[in-house]
């Protein structure tokens, strides 16, 4: 996989359904935003009073709950806690890394990242880490960028640019599927088992039915079929050989 | 058949007309397919686009060993690491953790972040921040003790600010920092390594370790090390070892109690009772003085001592007596007695084997002396001088602190130049020394010190050790119990000036990144300079201006910009393209010798010490009745024979068999053999010793998944015969019991042991260092898929990582050198007894603080050390006082 190698394919199969009303669009990309700042970083006062304010009413619509105390507890607190809980989960070792290398490799920083870096440089955008340790293919990064790039199509759509929005969904259903689709469903589900904190569950859970959802609509059932089973990596438990052990082999 | 018939006269035929073109030579030969240079290094190719990679030159530091590497780069990631071709000792080999390296680079269980704990110490629970808040909360609380120190006008509480290392390559770097901070507390780790070796030698010739000439050797005495697979430069001696016995014939004897690769390999293997290593070498010793196989003109132009007074002082030490207390049979103590005294060129080697016991520091002068009474001093083939060089700190440089510190340079130990770092938890803990702020660089005490709990014990207390830092950036045992990490980045993302005595050929090398620190984060040498700008941000406080590099690299031009030679080549920027200087030559394809542009052998320069001294700089000197040169106040040589020489590193500028800074305090000034108290064992029990493999460090190695998968797991070696008698069969659970506690861990039965001894490597038995190294990922189905490392969810076979013996074994320290007494143990072996389970380890704090004052008993001021050298002509009663020095 080489970072140079990154094209859009000109031949990719046209999308399954186009999206009109720019509405939908923006409120997907609020979405896809919303998510990626919940697990880009560390919940921090601003997010928090989002949360609290114009986002409160709508989660609880969605039968979203993120805890007693991100809806009411002492904010100090409350942050102090989210940011133990984010580094628990995602930075210290041990954690659920939100990588693609680290998911689909075992190390950090593969290929993978310079998948992503060559798509979001292929749209216009620079991955610039904000803290040490924060690489291009961070699942919260990707969640952001197809949140970028849903709001592109829908400034190309107002300005009746058809065939530039039609070019921004390409691009958007083909990362989805080809740098996303193999693994954040994945990932989503085990971070959300090993989540403590209700509001990383409920972030987690809610990122694996968007991005499925999304996913789900644009692939075709065959594909559909290689996706989940990238994303189940089932556990492979090795047959214990009890004479090996006794030989002591060294 | 017919037509096989056919055949076989056509391939006749055939090749009559092969040799008849071969005949024809050039004329046929192809214009379209040209040869491929056969290199030796240096170059790689993609194996997708078919690109060069990008060679960038590094020294290595997966061990202590430092060889010269080449890192293969490609898109900006490590993709392959080789030996580099121009480092004259290493000679374009890494062993296979050097190979491994780059995993420590990508290892989804590094420390990527500055993490401060949220939680109790050991909990788990931390906060991310940046670089720049974590070394504005270190600078702030280092600004609070210099605060209190300035108000008190007391340096001694500068001290409070301690850094604990194990492996410290900064080239000088980390002294600077604690230097500048006005804090003499610097502990190292060398006590728990060979420091008993080091102080063995040190006044014996000068300087720390011999650098034998493998390769051109004849004989090699091999005492206690297993240089084939670890020890003091491992890679290069191995490669000069084989070179000697495959190459030369030489023929290598190993005593040690385990059969080790090494001792394997040699023509004869002993296993001698651990620690009567010096009653073999002074049985030696004796046989060659006695049948007048000594070289009387060494000993009498370049030692303190005369013939006679070493054939008095052998006397005790036969053959028999050595016998008697080794189990090595008189008689081939005296065949290769003489062996190795007719045999030249000739050499001994040693390790951890000998002195890493009480009176360790005697074991090793023993084994040297092998050499000089041989007169095998730095002839070609024989035990040679370390070859270094040196390189120039930034100016300017700061002075060491005003006050002492006790734990750095505990004055019990006044002849430990290399300290005795086991001891400082059991001092804070006793309120001998205080801390407020404690550091940690490149240490795990936790894992890798004896009754590491004790180590545990202390930094979770903080009312010993109030804020504490580690520097690593892996989640070892220890740094999982700090308050701050501000993570370092891997040897192969930083600067390092380095130069290592691993060979005959002296070089600098470097340590340069090969890539771009991965993720943002940042190296250590840049967190010193960030720290200390904080701590003193005008200048106020006269510390800034150490620090005032425009850059890391601006740092690294200061080492090496101006250095006579290398300056001429571009400096720097030489060693930045190039890795080391200076370049002696090629590597030979035909037999792996340092050889010039004309294929000649590039030779080794032999006999340093008889160097002569110029005719200018005798000027003003002063030739003294002992032969000594004075200028200046200063001994710079020794006069022999009407030669001026620059002799030895020793006040006599000979080598010094008679030491008198050993009488000084109580200690025999001639190398001698003491028994050991764990000789005079129960017949029930047994020793532990340790040992290090081929392929892994004492700790860091563990989370390698290519060194792990070849080694993780350590069952006990027990001999047959002893094992039998205790009932235990091969694969057994065993429980071992020392004085502190148990371990429940599996046999392994071999002959390859000393049947009074059980052996346990180090490397395995981690309970932090990530994942792979603990194996966590398996215990549930949760945690298994913590990460989703796909390596370990499907690659990870074996379910053992082994048990760590450390816990067990008991502090004992040699009271000359100042090393742990790693193989003094004593234990018991019994079968695993109800309710037992695999990796079991119960130890006891108190019982270790009894050992620690146990062992200060041996310390010069002690009534056990009168004890054992009543021989000793000083007075008892007017030993010197303890005084802490300077420290560092």
């Known amino acids: 996989m080489q970072a140079d190698k990154f094209v859009i394919p000109a031949d990719m199969a046209p999308v399954k359904r186009h999206e009109k009303d720019t509405d939908v669009l923006r409120a997907q990309a609020g979405l896809y935003a919303f998510l990626g700042r919940c697990l880009e970083a560390e919940v921090d006062a601003a997010l928090l009073s989002t949360l609290r304010g114009p986002l409160c009413k709508p989660l609880e619509e969605l039968g979203v709950d993120l805890g007693d105390d991100v809806r009411s507890g002492d904010p100090l607190a409350v942050l102090a806690d989210l940011g133990e809980e984010f580094a628990a989960l995602f930075v210290v070792p041990g954690a659920v890394l939100p990588y693609r290398s680290a998911y689909e490799t075992g190390r950090l920083f593969q290929p993978q990242a310079d998948l992503a870096t060559a798509a979001y440089r292929d749209a216009g955008f620079e991955f610039r880490n904000t803290l040490s340790g924060e690489f291009s293919d961070h699942a919260a990064v ?17 300005t009746g640019d058809a065939e530039a929005a039609t070019g921004w969904q390409r691009r958007r259903e083909h990362f989805l599927q080809h740098q996303m689709g193999g693994w954040i469903i994945g990932w989503s589900r085990r971070a959300r088992t090993c989540a403590r904190h209700p509001f990383y569950r409920a972030i987690l859970g809610l990122t694996e039915q968007v991005v499925w959802a999304d996913i789900c609509d644009i692939v075709d059932e065959k594909a559909l079929q290689r996706l989940v089973k990238a994303n189940r990596r089932p556990l492979m438990r090795q047959k214990t050989d009890h004479e090996f052990r006794k030989a002591s082999g060294l | 058949m017919g037509h096989i018939k056919n055949i076989q006269t056509n391939r006749r035929g055939f090749l009559k007309l092969g040799a008849s073109a071969t005949a024809a030579g050039a004329a046929l030969a192809s214009t379209r397919l040209v040869a491929m240079e056969y290199d030796l290094g240096g170059a790689d190719f993609s194996a997708v686009t078919g690109e060069k990679r990008t060679a960038v030159p590094y020294t290595c530091m997966a061990c202590n060993i430092e060889d ?18 121009d480092h004259p000792n290493t000679r374009g080999k890494l062993c296979a953790k050097g190979n491994s390296g780059f995993l420590h680079v990508y290892d989804p269980d590094r420390i990527m972040s500055p993490l401060l704990r949220t939680g109790k110490r050991g909990e788990g629970k931390w906060k991310r921040i940046s670089y720049d808040e974590a070394t504005s909360l270190l600078a702030e609380k280092l600004r609070a003790v210099i605060d209190r120190s300035r108000e008190a006008n007391d340096p001694s509480i500068l001290n409070e600010m301690v850094v604990k290392w194990g492996r410290n390559r900064t080239g000088g770097g980390l002294d600077r920092f604690m230097h500048a901070l006005g804090s003499n507390a610097l502990i190292n780790h060398t006590n728990i390594c060979e420091s008993s070796k080091k102080v063995g030698l040190e006044p014996s010739w000068g300087p720390d370790i011999e650098s034998c000439d493998w390769a051109n050797t004849k004989y090699i005495l091999n005492f206690g090390s297993n240089v084939l697979e670890s020890a003091y430069f491992m890679n290069p001696n191995a490669q000069r070892l084989v070179d000697g016995v495959v190459g030369n014939n030489a023929k290598i004897v190993s005593f040690d109690v385990r059969l080790s690769n090494t001792a394997g390999y040699s023509h004869e293997w002993f296993a001698p009772y651990p620690g009567t290593d010096s009653a073999i070498a002074l049985a030696m010793a004796h046989v060659i003085m006695t049948e007048g196989l000594h070289d009387r003109d060494f000993i009498r132009d370049w030692t303190n001592v005369t013939e006679a007074q070493l054939l008095t002082h052998l006397a005790p030490y036969t053959p028999e007596f050595a016998e008697e207390e080794s189990g090595v049979p008189a008689k081939d103590i005296r065949r290769i007695a003489r062996e190795f005294a007719t045999t030249k060129p000739a050499t001994t080697f040693s390790y951890r084997g000998p002195c890493k016991h009480l009176w360790g520091a005697y074991q090793e002068a023993a084994i040297h002396m092998l050499n000089v009474i041989t007169g095998n001093i730095e002839k070609k083939g024989g035990y040679c001088l370390p070859r270094g060089m040196g390189w120039p700190q930034p100016s300017p440089n700061p002075p060491k602190g005003a006050a002492p510190s006790v734990i750095a340079a505990p004055p019990l130990y006044p002849l430990a130049s290399h300290h005795v770092s086991t001891n400082a938890p059991y001092m804070i803990m006793r309120g001998e020394a205080k801390v407020s702020v404690w550091m940690s660089y490149y240490d795990n005490p936790v894992y890798s010190y004896p009754s590491s709990h004790v180590w545990d014990a202390f930094l979770r207390d903080e009312s010993l050790a109030p804020f504490t830092v580690s520097f690593s950036c892996y989640m070892s045992e220890s740094t999982e119990l700090v308050d701050l990490i501000i993570p370092d980045v891997t040897y192969l993302e930083r600067h ?22 991965l993720g943002g984060t940042q190296e250590f040498r840049q967190t010193m300079i960030d720290v200390i700008h904080k701590v003193d941000p005008d200048g106020a406080l006269g510390i800034r201006k150490y620090f005032e590099f425009e850059s890391v690299e601006d740092w690294m031009r200061q080492h090496f910009d101006n250095i006579p030679g290398l300056k001429e080549e571009g400096g720097w920027d030489h060693m930045k393209k190039v890795g080391v200087w200076p370049v002696y030559g090629k590597v030979s394809k035909d037999d792996g010798k340092l050889v010039d542009d004309n294929g000649d052998e590039i030779v080794a320069e032999y006999g340093l010490h008889t160097a002569e001294i110029p005719a200018s700089a005798m000027a003003g000197a002063v030739v003294e009745p002992d032969g000594r040169i004075t200028k200046d106040g200063a001994t710079i040589g020794v006069q022999i024979n009407g030669k001026n020489h620059t002799g030895f590193g020793t006040p006599s500028r000979k080598i010094e068999i008679y030491k008198e800074s050993f009488r000084t305090y109580g200690f025999n000034p ?21 040992f290090k493999v081929n392929v892994h460090t004492q700790s860091r190695t563990a989370s390698l998944k290519y060194l792990a998968e070849i080694y993780h797991k350590n069952p006990a070696w027990i001999s047959p015969a002893r094992a039998k008698a205790l009932g235990i069969a091969d694969g057994d659970l065993v429980r071992i019991t020392s004085s502190l506690g148990y371990m429940v861990t599996r046999a392994h039965l071999t002959e390859g042991i000393h049947p009074e001894v059980v052996a346990i490597s180090t490397a395995c038995g981690h309970s932090g260092y990530g994942r792979l190294a603990t194996l966590k990922h398996k215990d549930a189905d949760a945690e298994w898929a913590l990460g989703g490392d796909p390596d370990i969810t499907n690659n990870v076979w074996w379910d053992d990582k082994g048990v760590h013996p450390n816990p067990i074994i008991r502090l004992s320290i040699d009271p000359i050198g100042g090393s742990q007494a790693w193989f003094d143990t004593v234990v018991t072996v019994t079968p695993a007894q109800p309710g037992d389970t695999y990796g079991d380890t119960n130890v006891s704090v108190e019982e270790s603080m009894k050992d620690y004052e146990e062992t200060l008993r041996y310390a010069y001021t002690g009534d056990l050390h009168r004890a054992a050298h009543q021989e000793v002509d000083v007075d008892w009663n007017n030993l010197p006082h303890p005084a802490a020095s300077d420290g560092h």
């Open chain 2, 68 to 85: 010269g590497g080449i890192a293969m780069v490609e898109n900006g990631r490590i993709v392959k690491l080789e030996g580099n071709m």
């Open chain 1, 142 to 158: 990707m969640l952001a960028f197809v949140g970028r790039l849903l709001e592109r199509q829908v400034e190309a759509a107002e």
């Open chain 2, 670 to 690: 001639l190398p001698v053999y003491k028994r050991l108290p764990s000789r005079d064992k129960k017949p029930a029990e047994m020793i532990l010793t340790t």
């Open chain 2, 496 to 517: 390092d000036p380095e130069s290592m005595p691993s060979g005959l050929y002296p070089c600098l090398s470097i340590r340069q990144p090969v890539i771009k620190p």
